[in-house]
Nanobody, 124 residues
Framework: VQLVESGGGLVQAGGSLRVSCAAS????????MGWFRQAPGKERELVAA???????YYQDSVKGRFTISRANAKNTVYLQMNSLEPEDTAVYYC???????????????????WGQGTQVTVSS
């Protein structure tokens, strides 16, 4: 599975962005998908995840602001980010793991495939 992120950029605090993750090579329908982010000097952390059946998980800091969704027909996963804060600045990565549980999809080391990342910068 090859994953390619797009849609990052520079936005002012309070603004919105939608990042996309397009997959090729295999159908994503049996994969759980995650969006991770990594800020300079920090570890890569899970932001949101969605199971193959549509169960979602969000990190506490983004609940109510971010929405993860998937369009299996387009082999694409999205992360809609609203009310962005400077603390959301990071490189955002999508990742895929096949046929896992909603609990296991919260674990970074479970993921098998990763994209190259897209930069999101939120100015104050």
């Amino acid at each position: 599975v090859q994953l390619v992120e797009s849609g990052g950029g520079l936005v002012q605090a309070g603004g919105s962005l939608r990042v996309s993750c397009a997959a090729s090579g295999r159908s994503l329908s049996r994969y759980a998908m995650g969006w991770f982010r990594q800020a300079p000097g920090k570890e890569r952390e899970l932001v949101a995840a969605i199971s193959s059946g549509g169960i979602t998980y969000y990190q506490d800091s983004v609940k109510g602001r971010f929405t993860i969704s998937r369009a299996n027909a387009k082999n694409t996963v999205y992360l809609q980010m609203n009310s962005l804060e400077p603390e959301d600045t990071a490189v955002y990565y999508c990742a895929a793991v096949r046929l896992t549980t909603p609990q296991a999809m919260r674990v970074r080391d479970e993921y098998d495939y990763w994209g190259q990342g897209t930069q999101v910068t939120v100015s104050s």
